[in-house]
């Protein structure tokens, strides 16, 4: 097995809780997204924050940050937060925890190939077969949604 693919089965099954645990924890905090978000926050402050901190203090290696991968990385974490607000604005408004998770979970891949593609552009056009799969990722998030349990 790939040393990676126990950490993408670790993202997975995350992101794939995710949704339905913060529409839990918004329910139970008076259906206040906001207040939900804040709590977000303060779980990624301990996650995000204190274990890599301590693991970067322990081996001291801060002359790895570059002005470039900060501004990167940055940018990437906000965008992440920003994605986790569009998830709470829209369970707040009407939004169900099995509705909105296969339109994020089908749609931001694509966007992600797409992205990825302008930071590094391909040497050759894509396969044909690339659109067939960006359509049956919109197939199987339709068929995820017409056929969900209610």
């Given at each position: 097995?790939s040393?990676w693919?126990?950490f993408?089965l ?13 529409h ?7 259906n ?26 322990r081996?001291?290696s ?14 990437a ?16 408004n009407?939004g169900?925890?099995?509705?909105v ?8 891949p ?28 919109a ?9 969900r349990?209610?």
């Amino acid at each position: 097995m790939s040393k990676w693919l126990p950490f993408v089965l670790l993202t997975v099954l995350s992101w794939g809780t995710y949704i339905p645990t913060l529409h839990k924890g918004q329910v139970a905090l008076g259906n206040s997204g906001i207040h939900a978000f804040l709590m977000v926050g303060v779980a990624y402050l301990l996650v995000a924050i204190a274990i890599p901190g301590g693991m970067i203090a322990r081996a001291g290696s801060w002359d790895v940050f570059t002005s470039s991968g900060v501004g990167f990385t940055i940018a990437a974490g906000t965008l992440g937060a920003l994605g986790a607000l569009g998830i709470v604005l829209a369970l707040v408004n009407g939004g169900r925890p099995n509705v909105v998770p296969p339109l994020v979970f089908a749609g931001a891949p694509v966007v992600s190939v797409f992205v990825a593609a302008l930071y590094n552009p391909p040497q050759q056009s894509p396969s044909p077969i690339f659109y067939i799969g960006i359509l049956m990722a919109a197939v199987g998030a339709g068929l995820v949604l017409a056929y969900r349990p209610h």
